[in-house]
């Protein structure tokens, strides 16, 4: 409508309430906008009339009190209200006055799926249906425990079926040649191990038989902590971050699909692999790899690997810090790489990092406080940018606030606090129309059997 100008700021509902009203008093001739926090009003006979923004909040705290109360403002604003297209905007104005409140009030309305030592979530979807699997990575006794897959029942996510891992850190799901497959990293070999193994470890290929999940391949890993899979000249690949064998500098496993199954095709010196990422920038493609640890040391170099039409190169060294994972995301042309600093040697309180692309190599762009951070997860809502960071442990509690950044234009800012225990991995989706965002709670500071959450996006915030 063009007598309405929406105000971004938190007091938005208010705005769009004030809107109805006083068109309705200047004649629905007259021209409504923002100046800074206060409200602008044209009259039709000309002069400007303005509403601070304390106004604005007082009358947010005055509607607020409580959902029905406030419903029963705004019932008798509809009932003075004649103009049907103003009507509609009051109606508009209670559904974000809803999400507003409860944003402010950090209701947490989420859904919550028991889990045990959970390390990663990853949803898919097969023939319309939405999945979920979780990699459980251990329970208090041993890391001898099945991992699970969730599917959406049309409410909830109810089990849908149990799969034997091993210490298990990762799942991912591709689609090849038309058939749907997950594969997981097994991390540990022996279902007790409380040290690292020294022993190669099975991870497992498994592909949809049209009902469920089957084996398909064992891969021999050595503490494999994540997997990549990418697509390069029409042909198919996955790369393993492998953690350790008898020393935490051990390499990386490409491997190459020839028909039937995956079979080695470059391996890659890493330190203490932890994840890969695939990313492609003017048709060239790159692979980057989060090195957490030489032996000893935990200030280590991540290192970019850039496609020469035959193998993978290196191609750049970037410092951080036990980084555990690196997310891409592209933003208005622009490419960003940012990674999860989890450990400085001597605190977990640091800062992540984001990359910026220059056009020749990556360049720090933007520095962010993270509190032992595991993971990014990048993802876009009605056109806005926005990151939230696995926030995993401070060096004494597990039980920490997760935080989503929002893209102002230049940079990230602060959006909201999520409370979180030991959070390891976030996943964002989309079914229905409606974001999720998933959240992988790995342990409390008791025990590994603590709910993880699926979060809803109100229009505000999630909730």
Not at 143 to 160: A, I, L, P
Not at 296 to 314: A, H, I, P, Y
Request: proline share 2%.
């Amino acid at each position: 409508n063009d007598h309405v100008v929406y105000h971004p700021h938190r007091s938005h509902a208010v705005l769009v309430l004030l809107t109805c009203m006083l068109r309705r008093a200047i004649g629905g001739r007259g021209a409504v906008g923002v100046a800074g926090n206060d409200l602008r009003l044209v009259p039709p006979t000309g002069g400007t009339i303005m509403v601070g923004e304390y106004d604005l909040l007082a009358t947010l705290d005055r509607l607020s009190t409580t959902i029905s109360h406030r419903a029963s403002e705004i019932d008798t604003l509809l009932a003075k209200i004649s103009d049907q297209q103003a009507a509609i905007f009051a109606q508009e104005a209670l559904f974000t006055l809803n999400s507003s409140l409860q944003c402010r009030a950090g209701l947490d309305l989420a859904l919550r799926i028991a889990t045990t030592g959970a390390f990663d979530w990853e949803h898919f979807v097969i023939n319309d249906a939405h999945y979920l699997v979780v990699a459980y990575h251990r329970n208090d006794t041993s890391f001898d425990v099945t991992s699970e897959v969730f599917k959406w029942d049309g409410s909830r996510f109810v089990s849908f079926q149990l799969i034997p891992t091993q210490a298990a850190t990762d799942w991912e799901y591709f689609e090849m040649d038309g058939m749907h497959y997950l594969v997981v990293a097994n991390q540990f070999r022996n279902a007790t191990q409380l040290t690292h193994s020294t022993q190669p470890t099975q991870s497992q290929l498994l592909k949809w038989s049209g009902t469920r999940f089957v084996s398909a391949q064992l891969i021999s890993t050595k503490g494999a902590s994540d997997w990549e899979y990418f697509e390069m000249d029409g042909k198919h690949y996955l790369v393993v971050a492998n953690l350790f064998s008898s020393t935490f500098q051990v390499s990386s496993e490409v491997f190459q699909w020839n028909g039937t199954h995956f079979v080695t095709f470059q391996l890659i010196p890493t330190k203490g692999a932890i994840g890969w990422t695939h990313l492609t920038i003017d048709d060239t493609h790159y692979l980057i790899v989060a090195n957490s640890r030489a032996n000893k040391t935990r200030l280590v170099d991540s290192e970019l690997f850039k496609w020469n039409g035959t193998q993978l190169v290196s191609f750049q060294l970037i410092p951080t810090k036990s980084s555990l994972q690196w997310e891409h995301f592209v933003i208005d042309g622009t490419h960003y790489l940012a990674v999860a600093n989890w450990y400085n040697g001597s605190s977990h309180l640091m800062d992540s990092e984001i990359l910026k692309w220059n056009g020749a190599q990556f360049e720090s762009f933007q520095l962010i406080p993270t509190v032992g951070a595991c993971n990014w997860e990048h993802f876009a809502i009605d056109g806005t940018d926005y990151l939230v960071v696995a926030n995993h442990f401070n060096g004494s509690n597990y039980q920490l606030d997760s935080e989503i950044f929002k893209w102002d234009g230049t940079r990230f800012v602060s959006f909201q606090l999520i409370p979180t225990n030991g959070a390891i991995d976030w996943l964002h989706f989309v079914l229905d129309s409606v974001h999720y965002l998933a959240v992988a709670n790995f342990r409390s500071n008791t025990n590994h059997s603590t709910d993880s959450k699926v979060f809803t996006w109100n229009g505000a915030c999630f909730v």
